[in-house]
């Protein structure tokens, strides 16, 4: 089972900027589907962003278009979620997550369509924006 470990959270002025980073322990297939999930309290956990690797491509919700960007550095095993022109909505616990699901079901996580019960978790890292 891979492990996922979020880090660079923390607390923000608003229109700020944070890059969230989600390092794996190991990644043995060039196809992943893998992203951001968040979750303030009270609420439903949304999808926030995600990456299929091969062949590349990005999702995001439309909260965040124009304002997140997701990446993967596949020589450092990582992801990211570079964010900016951060709002006091945005503030939530941000989840890591990746499966092997394929392209088709990857869009439908990250639409908002097909609910991610299974996969792998980091552990989450908190994002506080105030006003």
């Known amino acids: 089972q891979v492990q996922l470990a979020e880090s660079g959270g923390g607390p923000v002025q608003a229109g700020g900027s944070l890059r969230l980073s989600c390092a794996a322990s190991?990644?043995?297939?060039?196809?992943?589907?893998m992203g951001w999930f968040r979750q303030a309290p009270g609420k439903p956990r949304e999808a926030v962003a995600g990456i299929y690797t091969v062949p590349y491509s990005t999702y995001y919700a439309d909260s965040v278009k124009g304002r997140f960007t997701v990446s993967h550095d596949s020589a450092q095993n990582t992801l990211y979620l570079q964010m900016a022109s951060l709002k006091p909505e945005d503030t939530a616990k941000y989840y890591c997550w990746r499966d092997r699901v394929g392209r088709g079901t990857c869009e439908g996580i990250f639409g908002g369509r097909i609910k991610a019960d299974f996969g792998s978790w980091g552990q989450g890292t908190q994002v506080t924006v105030s006003s």
């Open positions: 190991e990644f043995r297939y060039a196809a992943y589907c």
